[in-house]
């Protein structure tokens, strides 16, 4: 099944959780965990209804916590969000695929959204209506796990658990930090 996303096509996985029960459990127990407001959690209700679209993309708050799994892939106005007047309300989001593709995301809660991913690439997304003129506003993004045992990954990319990191090198792709020394560093898995 293929899923349209950020305007670019990427091959949909199910969700590792099997029910619905499960799925909200799971979410709950994330929030507490990291401690999140009760104000920024989506309803069950809601959590429902991303559990049974899976791989469709899905339109929440911004600051709304966003459940494992899935990622930022584009923004958008939502007028049920509040503060309307600005072009980045609202998030869309997309189930990541686990199967060792790359995907685009915008920027933004890059340690908790994207566990297990790593940002190999920072790039302009159109899709992602954050910052002035063409600056970096997303990154290109793979799934750590089951993929290959190493990575050149951004110096602002979250390191998987399973992981350790190694030597800092220059990638002209990681555009990071100031000056162009040491912006990446190979990761390894343990």
């Not at 670019?8 to 709950?28: K, N, P, R, V």
């Not at 104000?39 to 679209?53: K, P, T, V």
């Not at 708050?61 to 923004?75: A, E, K, L, Q, W």
């Not at 915008?106 to 159109?126: E, L």
Request: proline share 3%; net charge neutral.
């Amino acid at each position: 099944m293929l899923i349209a996303a950020s305007g670019f096509w990427m091959t949909g996985t199910a969700h590792a959780i099997e029910s619905e029960q499960a799925f909200i459990e799971q979410y709950h127990q994330d929030a507490q965990v990291y401690q999140i407001p009760g104000d920024q959690m989506l309803s069950d209700e809601r959590l429902g209804d991303m559990f049974r679209a899976q791989a469709r993309s899905m339109t929440i708050c911004r600051g709304d916590f966003i459940p494992s799994g899935y990622v930022i892939t584009r923004t958008t106005v939502d007028f049920n969000c509040g503060s309307w007047q600005h072009s980045d309300n609202a998030y869309i989001l997309s189930l990541a695929p686990k199967d060792g593709s790359t995907f685009k995301t915008c920027a933004g809660y890059h340690s908790r959204v994207y566990d297990g991913f790593v940002i190999i690439a920072n790039i302009y997304n159109a899709a992602c209506n954050f910052g002035s003129g063409i600056s970096v506003n997303g990154s290109t993004q793979v799934y750590a796990d089951k993929y290959r045992s190493s990575f050149t990954v951004c110096a602002n990319s979250p390191i998987p658990s399973n992981y350790s990191v190694g030597r800092h090198i220059y990638e002209p792709s990681c555009r990071v930090g100031s000056g162009i020394n040491k912006n990446a560093y190979v990761i390894t898995r343990q």
